[in-house]
């Protein structure tokens, strides 16, 4: 793609000379869903696809974006003047709010730049392309004005930052972080509460990790995020008339028992829940990973989907069917829905010997049932952003 990409700048701006390419992952999360935001643990990797970038430093104000997967949309063309967001600007709104985020925390973008992305990220996957993205703009713009003391978590920060005030979707930390902050092999355990993170080795002995693509992505997905965020800070704050507690993440199952009732709602209730229990859950299933367990860590995968599909009702039928038809088949040893929710993928551990299965049967019962062909990607776990 980094050819693809260089030839494209040449036709648009008349050559390449100069241009650097670069690289930002995707992610997918093994275990931790919708516990970033509620002060607790997840457990994502990056992968070895996501966002790629040739660009190059203007002499002038002008930022010109191109997209290879959206090509119709043309050359899109701002200005660091003109950093508002707009409908009219689209997915340009990610790289924007970067930019934005940039001169807000004062550091300088003296001048513009014209970039060429694309990426192989399946839209609507669920894989954190937006991420992928806003973590590729913060680590070009570092690259090209020379801004060293600009930290590979500082780029985490800065996306998420944009993410909740440019773009108005209020997500937590995660996939900025494990996009940002990627290791080969490694998956992320990180305490989004306090940012203190620790690599984990993912050692599946004759097994791998299978993402499938429900093909789906429900409308209202935003709001409907936006919702579950709200309502589980409702509950902290009525949790917080009886327990000392900063996050749901700080409280034990237990603890949250003993005083679920000074939440005055059922459906608030069982967002809470889900966010306690999903937190002890990831550190549980962290600690099965490290003694080798592997069989433990999928269980709790599968309790993870459980919940979030009765407690959180972030899932949705698709996903539902792909990981209750995960479960009936030997050799996989967990399954669940991953990302945000309300449509895009599971993530599944599958023994070596039983892929070809695993894909049969679930493309069988799915068109079934859904009426809907999947899609598998077999994945690897990769490093974080990095210049060709």
Not at 76 to 101: F, Q
Not at 143 to 171: K, P, R, W
């Amino acid at each position: 793609m980094k050819q693809q990409l260089v030839d494209k700048f040449a036709e648009l701006f008349g050559d390449a000379e100069g241009v650097s390419t670069y690289f930002a992952p995707g992610r997918v999360n093994l275990i931790g869903e919708h516990t970033d935001y509620n002060g607790g643990h997840v457990f994502p990797c990056a992968l070895t696809i996501g966002t790629y970038a040739a660009a190059r430093k203007r002499n002038d104000r002008t930022i010109n974006f191109y997209s290879i997967n959206q090509s119709g949309r043309g050359l899109i063309t701002t200005s660091l003047d003109d950093l508002t967001p707009s409908d009219a600007a689209g997915w340009t709104n990610y790289p924007k709010g970067v930019v934005w985020a940039f001169i807000g925390r004062g550091l300088e973008i003296p001048t513009g730049f014209d970039m060429v992305i694309g990426g192989d990220i399946p839209a609507g996957s669920g894989l954190s392309s937006s991420a992928s993205l806003e973590v590729l703009t913060g680590f070009v713009l570092r690259d090209l004005y020379d801004l060293h003391d600009v930290t590979n978590i500082d780029l985490a920060l800065i996306g998420q930052y944009s993410e909740n005030n440019y773009n108005g979707m209020n997500c937590g930390i995660m996939d900025q972080f494990a996009s940002a902050m990627g290791k080969k092999d490694n998956a992320i355990l990180l305490d989004c509460a306090t940012l203190e993170y620790e690599y984990a080795p993912i050692a599946l002995k004759d097994a791998k990790i299978v993402v499938t693509n429900s093909k789906v992505k429900h409308s209202l997905v935003d709001s409907a995020y936006n919702e579950r965020r709200a309502f589980c800070e409702k509950a902290l704050e009525e949790l917080q008339t009886r327990v000392n507690v900063k996050t749901l993440g700080d409280l034990t199952e237990e603890e949250f028992e003993a005083n679920k009732d000074a939440i005055g709602d059922e459906v608030r209730m069982r967002r809470a829940r889900h966010a306690v229990y999903e937190n002890r859950r990831t550190i549980r299933a962290v600690e099965a990973l490290k003694k080798g367990d592997v069989a433990e860590f999928g269980k709790l995968m599968n309790q993870s989907h459980v919940s979030l599909r009765d407690d959180y009702e972030s899932s949705c039928p698709e996903c539902d069917v792909l990981a209750e038809e995960a479960w009936k088949i030997d050799g996989v040893i967990g399954s669940r829905i991953t990302g945000g929710g309300f449509g895009g993928c599971t993530v599944s551990i599958v023994r070596d010997d039983a892929i070809d299965v695993f894909k049969e049967r679930i493309t069988a019962a799915y068109k079934e049932k859904c009426s809907l062909t999947p899609e598998f990607y077999v994945v690897s776990i990769g490093d974080g952003p990095y210049k060709d």
